[in-house]
């Protein structure tokens, strides 16, 4: 089994989509740019969203358009229907990512759909994307809880993978949104989508809202998935998620990664200046890993 692991970053859209002032443009770009700079391969830039769903990332044009993009990174931004598809496309995005969730409650709040409706808004995106040679990465939410109806079985997150699969998403990333998730449910949940979905075109997402993300990154590892979630200095939480935290900090998975002899890329202290730099931005707390270098050095 490979020894490397991608990491998608999801700091500047995830981690930014739920911050409660507005963040200057002119911070995201830097953050963007700075994340590319520390070995990352994959950064989220940001959503091609309806601005009153998520105010925050209403400056999507502006923060895409103005990226000085580095050779070797890429930069997929969220596109929820077509006309994210258009906007998204129109300042050059070559890679995004849709978004469902396995539990029907969840995605009418975030979406206002269902999970079928979500699928058909999808279809034409994903024929654009093929025809336009874009990249697709599609998210399944709350596969391990929800915050509306609880308990989702396994069964949903499994059909839905298996529906973007199917309609031709290159990668599809099961989102613990609420950080609900503990090691064998997580692992149980990964290895039977695992069955009908290609490991190598899975990603796991965790929220660390019961301190379980680590444990359950670890535990999906053993599993064999290769592509990790994540976001520096943990920043984040869907404002459709109730009471759910931030990404599990990239930072702390790239440390144990690190400790597990698994490669990245990615330059620990570097990040670590960066989770510092946006922590103080926002006024939000550190990483663990990150204080813990930034202050032994
Ligand atoms: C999906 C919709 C658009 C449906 O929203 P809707 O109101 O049902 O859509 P609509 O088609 O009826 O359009 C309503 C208005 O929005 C406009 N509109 C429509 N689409 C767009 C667009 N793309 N860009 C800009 N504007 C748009 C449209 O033009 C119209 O404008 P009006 O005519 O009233 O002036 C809305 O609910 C939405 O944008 N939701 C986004 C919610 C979101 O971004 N949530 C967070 C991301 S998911 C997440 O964080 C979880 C994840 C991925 O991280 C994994 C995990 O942790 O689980």
């Known amino acids: 089994m490979s020894d490397h692991v991608t990491i998608v970053e999801v700091g500047p859209r995830d981690g930014l989509q739920n911050e409660p002032y507005t963040i200057p443009t002119e911070v995201k770009i830097e953050l963007i740019e700075r994340l590319a700079d520390t070995g990352l391969g994959v950064v989220e830039a940001t959503s091609f969203v309806a601005a009153p769903a998520i105010p925050q990332l209403a400056d999507a044009e502006e923060v895409f358009g103005r990226i000085q993009r580095k050779p070797g990174v890429r930069y997929p931004v969220l596109v929820p229907n077509e006309k994210g598809y258009e906007r998204a496309r129109q300042v050059g995005a070559d890679e995004i990512a849709v978004f469902t969730a396995a539990?029907?409650?969840?995605?009418?709040?975030?979406?206002?759909?269902?999970?079928?409706?979500?699928?058909?808004?999808?279809?034409?995106?994903?024929?654009r994307a093929r025809a336009d040679g874009v990249r697709v990465r599609g998210y399944v939410s709350t596969v391990l809880g929800?915050?509306?109806?609880?308990?989702?079985?396994?069964?949903?997150?499994?059909?839905?993978?298996?529906?973007?699969?199917?309609?031709?998403?290159a990668e599809i990333s099961l989102g613990d949104t609420i950080g609900v998730g503990t090691p064998a449910k997580a692992r149980t949940m990964l290895e039977t989508v695992a069955k009908s979905v290609p490991m190598e075109?899975?990603?796991?997402?965790?929220?660390?809202?019961?301190?379980?993300?680590?444990?359950?990154?670890?535990?999906?590892?053993?599993?064999?998935?290769?592509?990790?979630?994540?976001?520096?200095?943990?920043?984040?939480?869907?404002?459709?998620?109730?009471?759910?935290?931030?990404?599990?900090?990239?930072?702390?998975?790239?440390?144990?990664?690190?400790?597990?002899?698994?490669?990245?890329?990615?330059?620990?202290?570097?990040?670590?200046?960066?989770?510092?730099?946006?922590?103080?931005?926002?006024?939000?707390?550190?990483?663990?890993?990150?204080?813990?270098?930034?202050?032994?050095?």
């Open 201 to 297: 075109q899975l990603a796991v997402h965790f929220h660390d809202t019961y301190g379980q993300a680590l444990a359950n990154i670890h535990a999906c590892l053993d599993a064999g998935v290769r592509v990790v979630d994540s976001s520096v200095a943990g920043l984040g939480g869907c404002p459709y998620a109730r009471g759910a935290t931030g990404n599990v900090a990239t930072e702390d998975v790239v440390y144990m990664l690190n400790g597990l002899g698994m490669k990245t890329g990615i330059d620990l202290m570097a990040l670590a200046r960066v989770g510092d730099w946006i922590a103080g931005e926002l006024d939000r707390p550190r990483s663990r890993t990150g204080q813990a270098i930034l202050k032994r050095s």
């Open 103 to 127: 539990s029907e409650a969840f995605n009418k709040k975030n979406i206002n759909c269902t999970i079928a409706e979500s699928l058909q808004r999808f279809a034409p995106v994903l024929e």
């Open 146 to 169: 929800c915050p509306y109806q609880g308990e989702v079985p396994v069964a949903e997150v499994v059909r839905v993978a298996e529906a973007l699969h199917e309609a031709g998403c």
